[in-house]
């Protein structure tokens, strides 16, 4: 039996640990991510981006130059298409840029800015949204009051109401999540952004700004398609009878038109 002798080598590797302020104490370690996953990443969400600034900035135009798309679902629209450039303008690139490196270099005021633009595009366009389904809601079940019900001053005031909501509700937790001030701005390290919010806080969160309006929607549109469904039979009754009456002269690509309308 022969004894083999192995020499094991110890290989050294130099780790060099970058970090986003090296010059400062209690900077955070910095992350570049180049692979092509992250940079194909980069290049997708980029142009999703642009497209979002894009055609919400065609459909603000829009609505706002011509007088003949100035209708209060027109105006909801109107709405939702500046909560959603607010995101794509401003809170979409910072988030897409941090993708590639982690470090955040604009400070504690532009991230206290950037948390306050990001809460108040999701809950004003969550409140567009809702306030849609309800514009809906009326024009479907009630469509001989709609014009008197819902006027262009009636969903203007609405909208108002609507993004002063959205504004006081942002201005209540960060003042209780001590976020409204950027001296109050907590981090573990100095070059990240991140938004720490109470437990509680973020229960009510979950419950006022997702779980209600989303829950309003669904149930909206729910009622909304129960009501397309019972007035496309009523149509298609209507059709069957004339037809039994006048002779077989509709088709079903009317009954579905009908049932659209």
């Known amino acids: 039996m022969q004894l083999i002798e192995v020499n094991n080598t110890d290989f050294k590797h130099d780790i060099e640990v970058l970090y986003c302020f090296p010059d400062h104490n209690s900077s955070c370690r910095k992350e570049v991510r180049t692979g092509t996953g992250n940079i194909l990443l980069f290049i997708f969400l980029s142009c999703i981006s642009v497209c979002t600034v894009i055609l919400n900035l065609l459909v603000i135009i829009s609505i706002s130059h011509f007088k003949q798309l100035h209708t209060p679902t027109n105006l909801l629209i109107l709405s939702l298409a500046v909560a959603d450039l607010l995101m794509g303008m401003f809170v979409m690139p910072v988030d897409i840029m941090q993708l590639i490196d982690s470090c955040w270099y604009l400070g504690k005021l532009s991230c206290c800015i950037l948390d306050l633009i990001n809460c108040l595009s999701v809950t004003a366009s969550l409140c567009s949204l809702t306030f849609i389904a309800v514009d809906r809601y009326i024009?479907?079940?009630?469509?001989?009051?709609?014009?008197?019900?819902?006027?262009?001053?009636?969903?203007?005031?609405?909208?108002?109401l609507g993004w002063s909501f959205a504004v006081f509700y942002i201005i209540i937790i960060c003042y209780f999540n001590d976020h409204l001030l950027p001296s109050q701005l907590s981090s573990n390290c100095y070059g990240e952004c991140v938004m720490v919010m109470k437990y509680s806080w973020l229960i009510v969160d979950l419950v006022v700004s997702f779980l209600t309006p989303c829950s309003v929607i669904i149930v909206t549109y729910l009622i909304i398609f129960k009501v397309a469904r019972r007035q496309a039979k009523a149509v298609r009754a209507v059709k069957n009878g004339a037809g039994n009456n006048h002779g077989p002269q509709s088709s079903s690509s009317s009954e579905t038109k009908a049932a659209k309308k």
Do not use: E
């Open 139 to 160: 024009a479907v079940c009630d469509p001989l009051l709609y014009s008197t019900r819902v006027t262009v001053c009636k969903t203007s005031l609405i909208i108002i």
